[in-house]
């Protein structure tokens, strides 16, 4: 299986995966840390020390850096799999997950930050990675119909709006466009699913917020995706901003 720790490594042979946890609660901190209410703007710290995530509270002196992070990768875990088992929705308006993974999770506004939002981008990566390449082990019969659809609709949407980046990455799936596209996918299928997980991924209205994810993942990779293609896809993939 295709891991996201792995990918540039193995998928398209290189080491440049941005590793969040390292970053974030580490001396090297590459951008700060974003939290939004759900419905809102996410706005970057304006703080000197970048806001803390209650998963690292040991930045501020407690060493349970290990109990903390294995919280954050279960809740990640429960928010995967109401992704991966929830029926299609009688009426695609209705295909916004967020209240269910919530409450599977038992998250509060505040705790949908951008580590959880990583955590969640790259946990479905990996179950992405096999199908996306075509593995012949590749096994799509345990996803509900509200993930197959969203799936379907992200790929066939890149197929037509960013097409060359899409032929160049199925011909040479060991390069970092194999990469982009993955992400790109699973993007997609979040825009439709879980919407508040790409805002606090630093994916504003108007492009990416200052300091975050996205910011970075732009900085990286733009030369893939044209300037504006990926807010026009997110938006098409039924992404609002509200």
Known sequence: MIVPESLLSCFCGAELQHQPENHHCGNNLKYTLI?????????????ATPR?????????????????????????????TVLLTAPRPADPSEADLTSGAAAAAGLRAQDWTSYLAERVLHALERKLGDVLAEHSSAD?????????????????????????????????????????????????VLARLLPLIVRALGFGEL????????????????????????????????????
């Open 35 to 47: 939290n939004e209410k759900p419905g809102l703007e996410p706005v970057p710290s304006t703080a």
């Open 52 to 80: 803390l995530h209650p998963a690292c509270p040991y930045l501020d002196g407690n060493d349970n850096k290990n109990d903390d992070d294995d919280e954050l990768t279960r809740r990640a875990d429960r928010i995967l």
């Open 140 to 188: 799509r019969s345990g996803w509900g119909g509200a993930l197959a659809d969203a799936y379907d609709y992200a790929v066939e949407l890149i197929k037509r709006e960013l097409r060359e980046l899409w032929e160049y990455a199925k011909a040479h799936p060991y390069e970092t466009a194999a990469t982009v596209l993955l992400t790109l996918v699973s993007l997609g």
């Open 207 to 242: 492009g990416p917020i200052e300091g975050s994810f996205a910011a970075w993942w732009q900085r990286l990779y733009g030369g893939y995706v044209p300037k504006g293609s990926l807010w026009s896809f997110l938006q098409r993939m039924g992404m609002t901003w509200k």
